[in-house]
């Protein structure tokens, strides 16, 4: 494909969010499209180019992640590498479950954060919490995403689920056998904007990419009839341009796990709300069931807070003192520690 036509496809989403020059202007900016080990695939003034990470360099300071704005330099023998990664605006980030203090960037630069979970299943509100502590967390507008509507007779139970762990957080249902939803999940992206879908493998973010694109980009797995559990499909982060104007959207690997960060920040970030009300109970120690003067049983009476609202924050605040007991006793016989990786 020639540069000019590339150019011209790719239009505004070459343009700096933050008020740099556009690429097209700059020979050594460039926009990271996607990330393999040790090399890059770039956007810049020339087309689509293949550079090195440099990830020797990177290793003490910023190693590039899909979404990245950077700055190029040749260096002698190599070619063009990647001289540096320009501050990040959004991150899409993950904590190792075994080492919460180990992060790991999986996208950066994106507009909004799609929390993907397929109808064909039960919707599971711990992992529903923690996808939304990914979006949240980024920086970037989070959504979530229901795909497979086609399969779901009633999906009114998994709405119920989702409203009461979201709240106000935008709903999207989505089928790409016929098109549902489609249209709307178009309206929240635009032209410039970039959005990333994350959940685990078989919610069908693969498919979806696919049919926003309107062609079949990415390749999509089977998913065994038993548990509806998807096989990693996506193995590396590809920012694609949807056609139209439409922005950009960025799969990412199927998440297997999330660990004890992603439960203590559900609490602020998802409950926040409850975790306030908590703030205003008689006792500090009130575990809001029956005792006297709990503010968070009043406002369930009242019908401020929903009954499963209060339940699914319950199981959070018991999952994360098992957790926390867990890590101890991790930390008591010599777990190893992480190293924090800086974004």
Same mark, same amino acid.
């Given at each position: 494909?020639?540069?000019?036509?590339?150019?011209?496809?790719?239009?505004?989403?070459?343009?700096?969010?933050?008020?740099?020059?556009?690429?097209?202007?700059?020979?050594?900016?460039?926009?990271?499209?996607?990330?393999?080990?040790?090399?890059?695939?770039?956007?810049?003034?020339?087309?689509?180019?293949?550079?090195?990470?440099?990830?020797?360099?990177?290793?003490?300071?910023?190693?590039?992640?899909?979404?990245?704005?950077?700055?190029?330099?040749?260096?002698?023998?190599?070619?063009?590498?990647?001289?540096?990664?320009?501050?990040?605006?959004?991150?899409?980030?993950?904590?190792?479950?075994?080492?919460?203090?180990?992060?790991?960037?999986?996208?950066?630069?994106?507009?909004?954060?799609?929390?993907?979970?397929?109808?064909?299943?039960?919707?599971?509100?711990?992992?529903?919490?923690?996808?939304?502590?990914?979006?949240?967390?980024?920086?970037?507008?989070?959504?979530?995403?229901?795909?497979?509507?086609?399969?779901?007779?009633?999906?009114?139970?998994?709405?119920?689920?989702?409203?009461?762990?979201?709240?106000?957080?935008?709903?999207?249902?989505?089928?790409?056998?016929?098109?549902?939803?489609?249209?709307?999940?178009?309206?929240?992206?635009?032209? !410039? =904007?970039? $959005?990333?879908? #994350? /959940? %685990?493998?078989? @919610? *069908?973010? +693969?498919?979806?990419?696919?049919?926003?694109? !309107? =062609?079949? $980009?990415?390749? #999509? /797995? %089977?998913?065994? @009839? *038993?548990? +509806?559990?998807?096989?990693?499909?996506?193995?590396? =982060?590809? $920012?694609?341009? #949807?056609?139209?104007?439409?922005?950009?959207?960025?799969?990412?690997?199927?998440?297997?796990?999330?660990?004890?960060?992603?439960?203590?920040?559900?609490?602020?970030?998802?409950?926040?709300?409850?975790?306030?009300?908590?703030?205003?109970?008689?006792?500090?120690?009130?575990?809001?069931?029956?005792?006297?003067?709990?503010?968070?049983?009043?406002?369930?009476?009242?019908?401020?807070?929903?009954?499963?609202?209060?339940?699914?924050?319950?199981?959070?605040?018991?999952?994360?003192?098992?957790?926390?007991?867990?890590?101890?006793?991790?930390?008591?016989?010599?777990?190893?520690?992480?190293?924090?990786?800086?974004?």
């Amino acid at each position: 494909m020639k540069s000019d036509t590339v150019l011209a496809d790719w239009g505004a989403a070459l343009v700096d969010p933050d008020g740099w020059r556009a690429v097209v202007a700059v020979m050594d900016r460039a926009r990271v499209v996607r990330v393999d080990r040790g090399e890059c695939d770039v956007m810049t003034s020339r087309g689509r180019l293949r550079v090195l990470s440099d990830s020797q360099r990177a290793q003490g300071e910023i190693a590039p992640v899909t979404g990245d704005w950077v700055e190029l330099a040749e260096a002698e023998g190599l070619g063009l590498v990647i001289d540096r990664v320009l501050p990040r605006r959004t991150a899409v980030s993950r904590r190792d479950p075994a080492e919460k203090d180990v992060e790991q960037v999986l996208a950066s630069n994106v507009d909004a954060v799609a929390a993907v979970l397929g109808l064909d299943r039960p919707i599971q509100p711990g992992w529903l919490e923690r996808l939304l502590v990914m979006a949240i967390d980024s920086g970037a507008e989070p959504v979530i995403v229901l795909t497979k509507l086609d399969e779901a007779s009633d999906p009114s139970g998994a709405l119920e689920v989702v409203d009461a762990v979201a709240g106000s957080t935008p709903v999207v249902m989505t089928s790409v056998v016929d098109g549902r939803g489609l249209g709307d999940l178009r309206a929240l992206m635009g032209a !410039g =904007r970039t $959005l990333a879908l #994350v /959940g %685990e493998s078989g @919610a *069908g973010k +693969s498919s979806l990419v696919n049919a926003l694109v !309107g =062609r079949e $980009l990415l390749e #999509v /797995g %089977e998913v065994r @009839a *038993g548990d +509806s559990e998807g096989r990693h499909t996506t193995t590396a =982060r590809e $920012l694609v341009l #949807v056609p139209g104007g439409a922005g950009m959207v960025l799969d990412t690997p199927g998440i297997r796990s999330l660990g004890l960060w992603e439960a203590e920040h559900a609490v602020g970030l998802v409950f926040g709300d409850l975790a306030d009300l908590a703030g205003a109970c008689r006792f500090r120690d009130c575990a809001h069931r029956k005792e006297p003067g709990c503010a968070v049983r009043a406002a369930v009476d009242s019908g401020l807070i929903s009954k499963m609202r209060l339940r699914l924050f319950l199981e959070l605040v018991g999952e994360l003192d098992n957790l926390r007991r867990r890590e101890e006793e991790r930390q008591r016989r010599g777990g190893r520690g992480g190293k924090k990786r800086p974004r």
